[in-house]
């Protein structure tokens, strides 16, 4: 527990001057969250490397600065086009400094029973109804970075399918953080995915930067998952040198739902993110993949949990890093297999590549198993370029640095090439490949 | 068209972890000539590959190699292959993720670029990949894959003699290629590279076996032992090999010595 510094004081004061203009109400649920949140963190405070939670991270990028919330600037279609994906087949909301920007974000039709639109909204023409659905996670799962997005959160995706309805084309939401100015600029969106029973559908969050100004995001991913619903959920960070990220993803799943989560790290002065769902209900699946790179002096955290609280529940991980220069990366992969989750079957998979002497990586499996019929594995490899590998390219006249990069892009690829929308496949690749000329 | 020598090797010493292999191999090769090298597991026919194209376990303590009258020994393995210098791997190594059509075209764009000339843009450069695919079947499929990856045995050498007509080297060593292959895929693999072959080219054919020979028709045959060339002789020589054993080469060339 930390104690009260000017940074924690900041905020505090924050709260009280601001939310009066946040879209909670005066009174009403929504309010009534932020209270109890802001209460929390104001007793929590920020962790520091004491924390087991951050026990390899240093939360000084956020801990030790303040933040305000800057206007979002207006852009451009083509500022827009050069910072994200660009893909006309999507529904696209575009977010920026956490207020949606109705004049770039477009809907197309929609099936029957299927709602895309802001949280903001959302909670504006249903309040109780929304505001029952937020915050049904565990206990357990949240931090004090989530009372803090609970405490600002301005808007972000609300999206909900009835039973039965699939929606096919993706739905893509460009998170814009911006600061030009001396004092750092912080934005807080939320997102609520509650799929019915039987739904589908795709869903992009991607997080991009503008601006020298020093800027903290702060988002938080509620999913739910009634029975049979199937979420593909990719989430692509690359803010850029100046953006610090901590946010967390949370889900929950019915009965044979499946989850596959696939998060892409480029890289930041502290990115961390949590990621968890919880498995409530047989014949569930997650899948938890992700690519995080990191140089300079970069730090990407990534920490994961599985609870596997029934039976019969399946759930794979696999995170790959590729850290040069003196990049950091932290994954911690914590799995539960609760007393009743017999026949629980569960991998999970670490792989780091390390391109130079300084690098690091700190990978901690945390296995918490309390049934005692289940297949549970788990593996961490560490290593360089092949030698045989580069040797062969070499061999077919390739120059070292081009056979290096060659060989680095075919490490990442293996989770890219998975991505089935190929507009962002294409994306994604575009990105490692100018990350890895640079 | 000049007559001097593709490869001139003098009295080459090699050695891996301390131990030595190669003892003095002399050899040469002129433009249109094929060489085969055998011998009896451990004379040291895969190190004499690996060193010609630049593998850093191999040590070269004595001797000297020159490629078209340049040192070969002082160059980097990607500055030999740019310079026309090809190794069919013996165990072709996977690639995960890299893209087989990617890499060739890099290989050859580098050496097109070492040469001074124009590299390929991605049309020409499957235009000339369905062109290659004549000189050796290979599956559309594999345009898409990664490098070798899933290949069986024979599939990944046939790849490298893919790559052999994609590259166009003026040197090509194939280290045992027969290895593994069954008669059919060893008709196939040795029809693409009879097919390579051509007046300004060598290749040197390392094998244990006698029967790739039938396919591949050498001109010269060299048998070596112990790090050393022990005889030489026409391509009659593979046959007596394979009547005789290499026990009788030995007591042989040692009673000549």
């Avoid at chain 1, 969250?33 to 920020?46: D, E, H, L, T």
């Avoid at chain 2, 090298?37 to 026919?45: A, C, E, R, V």
Wanted: glycine share 8%; aromatic share 6%.
């Amino acid at each position: 527990m930390s104690s009260t510094s000017q940074p924690l004081e900041t905020w505090l004061a924050r709260f009280d001057t601001q939310t009066a203009l946040l879209n909670g109400h005066a009174v009403g649920p929504v309010q009534a969250m932020r209270r109890n949140a802001i209460a929390r963190f104001s007793s929590a405070g920020f962790p520091t490397m004491r924390d087991e939670e951050w026990r390899f991270t240093n939360p000084g990028p956020v801990a030790n600065f303040t933040f305000h919330m800057e206007e979002p600037p207006s852009l451009t279609e083509e500022q827009l086009g050069l910072l994200g994906l660009n893909d006309p087949g999507t529904h696209r909301i575009v977010v920026v400094n956490g207020r949606i920007a109705a004049e770039h974000s477009s809907v197309g039709t929609l099936p029957q029973g299927a709602t895309v639109t802001g949280l903001a909204a959302a909670l504006a023409s249903d309040p109780a109804g929304v505001a029952e659905l937020l915050a049904g996670y565990p206990e357990y799962q949240t931090d004090q970075f989530v009372d803090l997005n609970t405490a600002f959160f301005t808007d972000g995706l609300f999206l909900r399918l009835a039973n039965d309805v699939v929606l096919d084309a993706p739905v893509h939401v460009l998170y814009v953080s911006s600061s030009e100015g001396e004092e750092g600029s912080s934005n807080h969106p939320r997102s609520l995915v509650v799929l019915g029973r039987n739904a589908q559908a795709t869903v992009i969050e991607e997080y991009v930067g503008l601006g020298s100004g020093r800027r903290f995001t702060n988002p938080m991913t509620e999913i739910v998952l009634a029975e049979g619903a199937h979420l593909n959920h990719i989430r692509v960070q690359n803010e850029g040198e100046h953006g610090v990220h901590v946010g967390s993803l949370l889900a929950r799943q019915d009965r044979s739902s499946t989850l596959k989560q696939f998060t892409v790290s480029f890289g930041g002065p502290l990115v961390r993110n949590n990621t968890c769902s919880i498995l409530n209900g047989e014949g569930a699946h997650a899948t938890m993949d992700g690519v995080a790179l990191a140089r300079g002096t970069e730090t990407v955290d990534n920490h994961t949990t599985l609870d596997h609280a029934v039976a019969n529940c399946t759930s794979h991980e696999l995170y790959k890093s590729i850290l040069s220069e003196r990049g950091h990366a932290v994954f911690s992969g914590r799995i539960i297999v609760r007393q009743d989750a017999q026949k629980t079957d569960s991998k999970q998979s670490n792989r780091t590549l390390l391109l130079s002497d300084e690098a690091t990586i700190d990978a901690k499996p945390q296995l918490e198993i309390f049934a005692d019929d289940v297949k549970c594995t788990h593996g961490a490899t560490i290593g360089q370029l092949d030698d045989e590998q580069m040797f062969y390219l070499r061999s077919r006249g390739i120059p070292v640095d081009e056979a290096r990069a060659i060989l680095t892009y075919a490490f990442a690829e293996e989770l890219i090439e998975q991505v089935q929308l190929p507009a962002l496949r294409e994306h994604l690749e575009r990105l490692l490949e100018a990350r890895l000329v640079a | 068209m000049t007559n001097s020598p593709i490869l001139d090797i003098r009295n080459l010493h090699a050695e891996v972890e301390g131990k030595k292999i190669l003892k003095g191999i002399n050899l040469t090769i002129n433009p249109g000539e094929v060489h085969a090298i055998m011998g009896p597991n451990g004379s040291g026919k895969s190190t004499l590959a690996g060193v010609l194209a630049g593998r850093s376990a191999y040590e070269v303590t004595e001797g000297e190699v020159l490629y078209l009258g340049e040192n070969l020994l002082e160059m980097d393995p990607e500055e030999r292959a740019q310079k026309g210098v090809f190794l069919a791997f013996q165990y072709p190594v996977e690639l995960p993720g890299v893209n087989s059509t990617y890499f060739l075209k890099a290989a050859l764009n580098a050496r097109r670029k070492a040469q001074g000339e124009e590299e390929l843009d991605a049309a020409d450069f499957l235009a000339l990949m369905r062109e290659k695919m004549k000189v050796i079947e290979v599956g559309e499929d594999l345009l898409k894959r990664s490098v070798n990856e899933g290949f069986s045995g024979g599939e990944k050498k046939r790849n490298e003699i893919f790559q052999m007509a994609v590259l166009e080297p003026t040197l090509a060593l194939l280290d045992e290629t027969d290895s593994g292959l069954d008669i059919d895929a060893l008709r196939t693999v040795s029809d693409g590279v009879n097919r390579l072959r051509s007046a300004s080219n060598a290749m040197i054919v390392v094998t244990h076996y006698q029967r790739l020979l039938n396919h591949i028709v050498p001109d010269r045959v060299h048998v070596l032992s112990g790090g050393r060339i022990i005889k030489s002789g026409g391509k009659e020589l593979a046959l007596e090999l394979e009547a005789q054993g290499y026990d009788w080469v030995k007591e042989h060339a040692a009673v000549q010595e």
